[in-house]
């Protein structure tokens, strides 16, 4: 069965590679800097072709031949580059180490000349002097003999996610393709607390979004379970009650998912170690009504009826490794498992993140929301022309140490230097984007 190729560019675990896969693409490479990151994605999707390296450090034709392609034969490339300054008017990307990674974005586009590319990145990126970056973007990927789609802002609570997490999409298509489209659902969604609220689009779309109640109601009380204490999973029958979460068990169908079915024990809850709280805390975040934002910690409490905050990364060991706040249980007096996190995000239960808290969070909070990078993809799809098919066949996903490398490990096991991603610098200042 024919499925259109695509390579994933700064991949992390690959949240956009299950969205592109469940779109009807075949993901056959994803390049990703970090061993531990790459580690992950290579277990979910064994059949990709990892390449964990600086994308600063890849050139195009090795690119190709790791992959086995010509230059034009992908369908698409995609991902979403760190950018970490404000770019100047006249200078090109890959002349400022502070958002050379954007300016590799465009080379590899340049070069491997895709049918198609998108882009994802911060809001952020569509304000003030950051702009700058965005438009510098756009000129150079023209320059390389593509046309770009105006540029959209979309929340992923708009296709169905229940999380408020707005990501700017650019589309871009050679001169030989049919332009792209957006896809923006008019779809009922929710508040944090609750409210209704209804998007002032035009287009019918995608199913109500669920609450964070329907996504994580049927997951266990995990402080009730003495062996998370030390271990990321144990036995466990679920029964999920919410068409959402019965399609993330695997339960019940999904018209619109044209991903491989993955081989996995759906009597198995993974990624769900505890974290150990205060009395005192426990108290604090009991005492925090749904929607609103613990005063000591700055938690925000999750409300049944709502859908969560953004779920952010915190940074890399480079960057200090510190931890994002992490939302409070709607029920419990505790803060969310990674388990619940991949449900508030919309990935299935049978995808793993890395057993520890710090590198699961982290890999959830990089990773486009696959519902949301599954529209994206859709319109990808329906461009080319082609009618996405469900595959027949099951993919065994790949050995479970690769989810529980720490650093050493997964840098040997790539054969990259375990320093790849650097050491804290304590003296280093530096201009972030945020959104």
Not at 418 to 429: F, K
Request: aromatic fraction near 8%.
């Amino acid at each position: 069965m024919h499925r259109p190729v695509a390579l994933d560019l700064f991949s992390g675990a690959g949240g956009m590679s299950l969205g592109f896969e469940q779109a009807g693409f075949d993901v056959i490479g994803a390049v990703e800097i970090d061993p531990v990151h790459a580690a992950v994605h290579s277990f979910n999707f064994p059949r990709s072709e990892v390449i964990c390296s600086d994308i600063s450090t890849v050139t195009s034709s090795a690119l190709m031949e790791r992959l086995g392609v010509d230059r034009g034969q992908l369908d698409v490339v995609f991902g979403g580059p760190p950018c970490q300054g404000f770019s100047l008017i006249g200078k090109r990307l890959i002349d400022d180490p502070r958002n050379a990674l954007l300016g590799h974005f465009a080379r590899i586009i340049r070069d491997l000349q895709p049918k198609y590319f998108v882009m994802e990145n911060v809001a952020g990126l569509t304000v003030g002097s950051a702009h700058n970056l965005l438009k510098t973007l756009i000129d150079e990927c023209c320059e390389a003999g593509y046309s770009v789609v105006e540029y959209k802002v979309l929340n992923a609570a708009s296709f169905g996610v229940p999380q408020n997490r707005r990501r700017l999409f650019l589309l871009g298509y050679r001169l030989d393709m049919p332009a792209p489209v957006y896809h923006v659902p008019v779809s009922l969604i929710r508040g944090k607390t609750g409210v209704e609220e209804r998007n002032s689009t035009n287009s019918t779309g995608l199913p109500y979004c669920p609450s964070v109640f329907e996504a994580i109601g049927d997951l266990p009380d995990i402080d009730s379970y003495e062996e998370l204490l030390d271990g990321d999973s144990m036995h466990y029958l679920l029964h999920p009650k919410s068409q959402y979460a019965r399609r993330l068990h695997g339960i019940e169908d999904d018209p619109s998912d044209y991903s491989y079915p993955r081989v996995w024990n759906r009597q198995i809850i993974t990624n769900s170690l505890r974290t150990v709280h205060t009395e005192l805390s426990m108290k604090r975040f009991a005492d925090t009504p749904g929607g609103a934002i613990e005063p000591t910690s700055r938690f925000f409490r999750l409300h049944v009826d709502g859908i969560s905050n953004t779920l952010r990364a915190g940074t890399d060991s480079k960057r200090g490794a510190f931890t994002s706040p992490r939302p409070i249980h709607p029920i419990y007096p505790r803060c969310i498992s990674v388990r619940e996190a991949a449900r508030i995000h919309s990935f299935p239960d049978w995808f793993r993140f890395h057993v520890t808290k710090w590198h699961g969070f982290r890999e959830v909070g990089n990773s486009v929301p696959p519902l949301l990078a599954r529209s994206v993809a859709g319109q990808i799809i329906k461009s080319l022309g082609i009618v996405p098919k469900r595959p027949n066949e099951a993919v065994e996903l790949g050995d479970a140490k690769l989810v529980s490398f720490d650093m050493t490990q997964a840098a040997d096991y790539f054969s990259v230097p375990r320093d790849v991603i650097g050491t804290r610098n304590r003296n280093r200042v530096e201009v972030m984007i945020v959104g």
